[in-house]
């Protein structure tokens, strides 16, 4: 923590003075202006509001698609004839940009809090699914076998030797799903316009005029933001299955 903070404190100064010598464009504030202004943004009454809409829309998108595709996840790392069968189809939908579905989300939905919501869903649900397919078919297989020759069923397998070979991985699906709801939601308020949210604070900071430090610092904090669920993911992880990251060399 202390090694990175020193390099975002490097950064923040090379940037002012590479500002204040004029190396970048006037038509960008300074550092220090973004920053002081960053910091007068969080306790704003119009901000903080947009940043709980973001959160409760990437929040709700993220959990849907963990509900629905870590069982889709176990059940296709589990059986290999019916992941051959799936995976035309999610190799087919997978570089589908969800920007472009943003269109059609408000057509099927009309509400646009639930097109925003189905837009995260699909956004999020190939970290999830893939990673959890993989974690759960590449479990050693001796293992496997070992508690199938003492008599447990594939139920028990399951439980005891692939889910939990397989959590760290899933885990880590979520952690970058996580990353891309937020990116995601964001997006889908800038483009669909909703109600509430940080894309719809950009725009009407944006249409207000003379506010780029405003707009750069709400971008700022929506980086923050995502480091901040980015790292509570990971500490997560290194808590939970501590054995998994002892076993890499990693220190908790």
């Known amino acids: ?3 990175g903070a020193i390099g975002i404190a490097a950064f923040l100064v090379l940037a002012e003075i590479a500002g204040r010598l004029g190396l970048i464009s006037d038509a960008l504030p300074l550092t220090s202006e973004i920053v002081a202004r960053a910091v007068t943004l969080m306790p704003d009454a119009d901000f903080l509001p947009a940043v709980g809409q973001t959160l409760k829309t990437s929040a709700i ?3 849907v698609t963990g509900i629905v595709m870590i069982p889709l996840g176990v059940i296709l790392g589990t059986f290999p004839k019916a992941e051959r ?3 035309p189809f999610i190799e087919f939908m997978r570089p589908v940009p969800s920007i472009a579905l943003i269109p059609l989300a408000i ?3 009309r509400d646009v809090f639930a097109a925003e919501v189905a837009i995260v869903i699909y956004a999020a649900t190939w970290p999830i699914l ?3 397919m993989y974690a759960v078919r590449d479990v050693d ?3 496997r076998e070992t508690m199938r020759s003492f008599g447990f069923g594939p139920a028990a397998v399951l439980r005891f030797v692939s889910l939990p070979s397989a959590a760290p991985f899933i885990l880590t699906g979520i952690r970058l799903s996580a990353a891309i709801a937020i990116i995601v939601a964001i997006s889908t308020e800038l483009f669909a316009v909703g109600v509430s949210g ?3 604070f950009l725009i009407t900071a944006q249409s207000g005029g003379g506010a780029v430090e405003t707009v750069i610092a709400a971008a700022v904090w929506s980086g923050v933001i995502g480091l901040a669920i980015n790292g509570l993911f990971v500490y ?3 808590r939970l299955f501590r054995w998994h990251h002892a076993r890499g060399g990693e220190t908790t």
């Open 85 to 87: 069968a799936l995976r």
């Open 198 to 200: 940080i894309g719809v």
């Open 141 to 143: 297989p001796v293992a």
């Open 1 to 3: 923590m202390l090694r």
């Open 61 to 63: 998108g993220l959990l």
């Open 107 to 109: 057509l099927v939905f």
């Open 236 to 238: 997560a992880g290194r």
């Open 130 to 132: 893939l990673n959890t």
